[in-house]
C-alpha cells in the first residue's frame, strides 16, 4: 500500500555519477526546481561509479588504443579520439566551475594529475603508435605526447614495467603529462553533499519498482522503502533513469517505444590490485597495452596508479568476466529477465554474432591466479604473486540494438541515451567512455529533454563551460586558456600542463 505520495518536478532513479552530474547541472540552471533522488544502496557511488569498481581513468582519449584505428591505407583515424577528448574538456571546465564557485571544497579528493601512456611491442605496432603519435602530436588537444622507442628513455618512465624486460623485439611507448586519475565515488559523494545542502531530497534504500505513465503526460513510480517494505508513490514531470546496469529494466517497465528492440550484455570486471607499498611507490602513471585478439575494447590491459583516500595504489586489469547479473549488487535473474518478446530476436542474433566474445569471456572467467599473474608479468616482468590481490570491480551492461551498419543485434561499446519523443523520460544505458564524459552525456540529456529552455539557460551553461558549443580543437586560443584555468583551480602543478 502506497503511505507517501508526492509530486515533484524532477526524479533522478539511482545515486551514481550521472544522477549526481544531471541534478547539479540542474540544480544550476534552475535552483527553484524540485528535485528528489531515489537510491536501492545505503549510499551514493556504490556501484560501477565507486573507486575500486572502475579504473578511475579521465578518459581524454591520451592513452586508451582503441580510440585511435588504422584505415586500409594504413593512416590512423582519430577523430574518436578528438570527440572523447573535447567531451573529457567539458567534465574539466564543468568540475573546475564547481571548485571555484566553492560547490565542491578539495579537487585532490576526486582528480590528481597522472601520466597517460600507451605502451605496444612488436615491429608492426611500433610502427603503429608512431603513426599514431606523427597524428595526434600535431593537434592542439594532444600537445606535449612524447613518443620514444629507446629502452633506456623507457626505463626511466617506467622502471617496474622496463626492469627485467626481455628486450628480444621493439619496444615503444607514448607519454602526455596532462592525464588524470579521478576518484568518480568521491566524486559522487561530493556532489550528492553539494545536492543534500541545495535541498535536493535524497532517498537511500528506496528501490524503484515501477514507472507508468499518467494520462497528464507526468510520470509515476513505484518505490519500495526497504526499510519498512512499503510502497510510496511519486510522481515527476520528468524522470532521468540512471540506474547504471539497473537502467534497462526500468526503461522497459516505463513501455516507451524508443525503449524496445533494446537489450543488454553484461561484462563484469576484475583487477588486480598490489598490496605492496614498494612496487606500487616504483611506478607513477596509467600504461595502456593493446587488447588483445578477440578481446572486447573494455579489456583493453592497463597498468594504473591510483590515489584513493589519499593513499597511493596500483591496479592491474580488467580482466573480463560473466556474471548475468546487471549490478555487482543485483540478481541472477537479470539477464533473463531483461529478455522481452520485442528484443528477443535481438538477443538471439546477437547471441549467434558474438561466439568469439563469450569463448574469450569463458576462458577469462576460467583464469587461475597464477594465469592472471602471466597477463601481468606482460607489464610488471618481475611481479611476485604474493604481491597481488585480486578485486572483483563494477558491472558493464553493453547495449544490444539493430543497427543499419552491423544489422540485427549488434553489441555497443558505447554510451546511448535514450528519450521519450516528449523529452519526459530519459534513460542511460551502456559505460563507455563512461564516467569521464558524464557532464557533456548530461548536458545532451538536457538538450533532448528540455529544448523549450536551452536558449534561455545557454548563458548559464556557457557561464560554467566557456567551450560549450565550441570546437577547442578549432581553437587553440580557448584551450590553452581552459587548460591553464582548469589546472589551476585543480590544483595540478604548472609543470603538468604546460604546453611545449
Ligand atoms: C570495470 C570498469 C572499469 C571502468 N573504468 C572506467 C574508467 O576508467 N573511466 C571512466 O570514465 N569510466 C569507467 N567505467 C565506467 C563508469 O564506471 C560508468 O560509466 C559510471 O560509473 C556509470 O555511472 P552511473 O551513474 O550510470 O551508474 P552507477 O554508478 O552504477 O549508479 C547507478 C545507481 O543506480 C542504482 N539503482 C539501480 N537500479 C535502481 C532502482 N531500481 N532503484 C533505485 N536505485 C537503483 C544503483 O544501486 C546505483 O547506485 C568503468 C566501469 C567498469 C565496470
Same mark, same amino acid.
Given at each position: 500500500?502506497?503511505?507517501?505520495?508526492?509530486?515533484?518536478?524532477?526524479?533522478? *532513479?539511482?545515486?551514481?555519477?550521472?544522477?549526481?552530474?544531471?541534478?547539479?547541472?540542474?540544480?544550476?540552471?534552475?535552483?527553484?526546481?524540485?528535485?528528489?533522488?531515489?537510491?536501492?544502496?545505503?549510499?551514493?557511488?556504490?556501484?560501477?561509479?565507486?573507486?575500486?569498481?572502475?579504473?578511475?581513468?579521465?578518459?581524454?582519449?591520451?592513452?586508451?588504443?582503441?580510440?585511435?584505428?588504422?584505415?586500409?591505407?594504413?593512416?590512423?583515424?582519430?577523430?574518436?579520439?578528438?570527440?572523447?577528448?573535447?567531451?573529457?574538456?567539458?567534465?574539466?571546465?564543468?568540475?573546475?566551475?564547481?571548485?571555484?564557485?566553492?560547490?565542491?571544497?578539495?579537487?585532490?579528493?576526486?582528480?590528481?594529475?597522472?601520466?597517460?601512456?600507451?605502451?605496444?611491442?612488436?615491429?608492426?605496432?611500433?610502427?603503429?603508435?608512431?603513426?599514431?603519435?606523427?597524428?595526434?602530436?600535431?593537434?592542439?588537444?594532444?600537445?606535449?605526447?612524447?613518443?620514444?622507442?629507446?629502452?633506456?628513455?623507457?626505463?626511466?618512465?617506467?622502471?617496474?614495467?622496463?626492469?627485467?624486460?626481455?628486450?628480444?623485439?621493439?619496444?615503444?611507448?607514448?607519454?602526455?603529462?596532462?592525464?588524470?586519475?579521478?576518484?568518480?565515488?568521491?566524486?559522487?559523494?561530493?556532489?550528492?553533499?553539494?545536492?543534500?545542502?541545495?535541498?535536493?531530497?535524497?532517498?537511500?534504500?528506496?528501490?524503484?519498482?515501477?514507472?507508468?505513465?499518467?494520462?497528464?503526460?507526468?510520470?509515476?513510480?513505484?518505490?519500495?522503502?526497504?526499510?519498512?517494505?512499503?510502497?510510496?508513490?511519486?510522481?515527476?514531470?520528468?524522470?532521468?533513469?540512471?540506474?547504471?546496469?539497473?537502467?534497462?529494466?526500468?526503461?522497459?517497465?516505463?513501455?516507451?517505444?524508443?525503449?524496445?528492440?533494446?537489450?543488454?550484455?553484461?561484462?563484469?570486471?576484475?583487477?588486480?590490485?598490489?598490496?605492496?607499498?614498494?612496487?606500487?611507490?616504483?611506478?607513477?602513471?596509467?600504461?595502456?597495452?593493446?587488447?588483445?585478439?578477440?578481446?572486447?575494447?573494455?579489456?583493453?590491459?592497463?597498468?594504473?596508479?591510483?590515489?584513493?583516500?589519499?593513499?597511493?595504489?596500483?591496479?592491474?586489469?580488467?580482466?573480463?568476466?560473466?556474471?548475468?547479473?546487471?549490478?555487482?549488487?543485483?540478481?541472477?535473474?537479470?539477464?533473463?529477465?531483461?529478455?522481452?518478446?520485442?528484443?528477443?530476436?535481438?538477443?538471439?542474433?546477437?547471441?549467434?554474432?558474438?561466439?568469439?566474445?563469450?569463448?574469450?569471456? *569463458?576462458?577469462?572467467?576460467?583464469?587461475?591466479?597464477?594465469?592472471?599473474?602471466?597477463?601481468?608479468?606482460?607489464?610488471?616482468?618481475?611481479?611476485?604473486?604474493?604481491?597481488?590481490?585480486?578485486?572483483?570491480?563494477?558491472?558493464?551492461?553493453?547495449?544490444?540494438?539493430?543497427?543499419?551498419?552491423?544489422?540485427?543485434?549488434?553489441?555497443?561499446?558505447?554510451?546511448?541515451?535514450?528519450?521519450?519523443?516528449?523529452?519526459?523520460?530519459?534513460?542511460?544505458?551502456?559505460?563507455?567512455?563512461?564516467?569521464?564524459?558524464?557532464?557533456?552525456?548530461?548536458?545532451?540529456?538536457?538538450?533532448?529533454?528540455?529544448?523549450?529552455?536551452?536558449?534561455?539557460?545557454?548563458?548559464?551553461?556557457?557561464?560554467?563551460?566557456?567551450?560549450?558549443?565550441?570546437?577547442?580543437?578549432?581553437?587553440?586560443?580557448?584551450?590553452?586558456? *581552459?587548460?591553464?584555468?582548469?589546472?589551476?583551480?585543480?590544483?595540478?602543478?604548472?609543470?603538468?600542463?604546460?604546453?611545449?
Amino acid at each position: 500500500m502506497s503511505n507517501r505520495e508526492a509530486k515533484t518536478d524532477v526524479i533522478l *532513479i539511482g545515486a551514481g555519477i550521472m544522477s549526481a552530474t544531471l541534478g547539479t547541472l540542474l540544480k544550476e540552471l534552475v535552483p527553484e526546481w524540485n528535485i528528489k533522488v531515489f537510491e536501492k544502496l545505503d549510499k551514493a557511488g556504490e556501484e560501477s561509479s565507486n573507486e575500486w569498481n572502475n579504473a578511475g581513468t579521465g578518459h581524454a582519449a591520451l592513452c586508451e588504443l582503441n580510440y585511435t584505428v588504422e584505415k586500409p591505407d594504413g593512416s590512423v583515424d582519430i577523430s574518436k579520439a578528438i570527440k572523447i577528448n573535447e567531451q573529457f574538456q567539458v567534465s574539466m571546465q564543468f568540475w573546475s566551475y564547481l571548485v571555484n564557485s566553492k560547490r565542491l571544497q578539495n579537487p585532490q579528493d576526486f582528480i590528481m594529475p597522472l601520466p597517460h601512456m600507451s605502451l605496444v611491442q612488436g615491429d608492426q605496432n611500433v610502427t603503429f603508435l608512431k603513426k599514431r603519435f606523427e597524428a595526434m602530436s600535431n593537434n592542439p588537444l594532444f600537445q606535449g605526447m612524447e613518443f620514444s622507442d629507446v629502452p633506456e628513455k623507457l626505463l626511466e618512465w617506467i622502471p617496474l614495467i622496463m626492469e627485467g624486460r626481455k628486450l628480444d623485439e621493439p619496444i615503444a611507448a607514448t607519454k602526455i603529462d596532462s592525464g588524470t586519475d579521478v576518484n568518480f565515488g568521491a566524486l559522487t559523494r561530493m556532489l550528492f553533499d553539494h545536492l543534500t545542502s541545495k535541498n535536493v531530497e535524497i532517498n537511500y534504500k528506496h528501490s524503484v519498482n515501477d514507472i507508468k505513465r499518467k494520462n497528464d503526460g507526468s510520470w509515476e513510480l513505484k518505490v519500495r522503502n526497504l526499510d519498512s517494505s512499503r510502497i510510496e508513490s511519486h510522481t515527476a514531470k520528468f524522470v532521468f533513469i540512471g540506474g547504471g546496469g539497473g537502467s534497462l529494466h526500468l526503461l522497459q517497465k516505463s513501455g516507451i517505444p524508443e525503449g524496445k528492440h533494446i537489450g543488454g550484455f553484461p561484462v563484469s570486471g576484475i583487477f588486480m590490485v598490489c598490496n605492496n607499498p614498494d612496487v606500487v611507490a616504483e611506478h607513477h602513471a596509467k600504461v595502456y597495452g593493446k587488447a588483445k585478439v578477440g578481446a572486447p575494447p573494455m579489456s583493453v590491459p592497463h597498468l594504473d596508479t591510483r590515489f584513493i583516500e589519499n593513499k597511493k595504489s596500483l591496479l592491474f586489469g580488467p580482466f573480463a568476466g560473466f556474471s548475468p547479473k546487471f549490478l555487482k549488487t543485483g540478481s541472477l535473474l537479470d539477464l533473463v529477465t531483461s529478455v522481452k518478446p520485442n528484443n528477443v530476436l535481438t538477443m538471439l542474433a546477437a547471441g549467434a554474432k558474438e561466439m568469439s566474445l563469450t569463448k574469450y569471456l *569463458i576462458q577469462q572467467v576460467m583464469l587461475s591466479k597464477e594465469q592472471r599473474m602471466e597477463e601481468l608479468r606482460e607489464f610488471i616482468p618481475n611481479a611476485k604473486t604474493e604481491d597481488w590481490d585480486l578485486v572483483v570491480a563494477g558491472q558493464r551492461v553493453q547495449v544490444i540494438k539493430d543497427t543499419e551498419a552491423g544489422g540485427k543485434g549488434t553489441l555497443q561499446f558505447g554510451t546511448e541515451v535514450i528519450t521519450a519523443a516528449d523529452g519526459s523520460i530519459a534513460a542511460l544505458l551502456g559505460a563507455s567512455p563512461g564516467a569521464s564524459t558524464a557532464v557533456h552525456v548530461m548536458l545532451e540529456v538536457i538538450k533532448k529533454c528540455f529544448p523549450q529552455h536551452t536558449k534561455e539557460w545557454e548563458p548559464k551553461i556557457k557561464e560554467m563551460i566557456p567551450s560549450y558549443g565550441v570546437s577547442l580543437m578549432e581553437n587553440p586560443e580557448l584551450l590553452q586558456k *581552459i587548460h591553464t584555468s582548469t589546472a589551476q583551480t585543480l590544483g595540478f602543478g604548472e609543470k603538468e600542463m604546460v604546453f611545449s
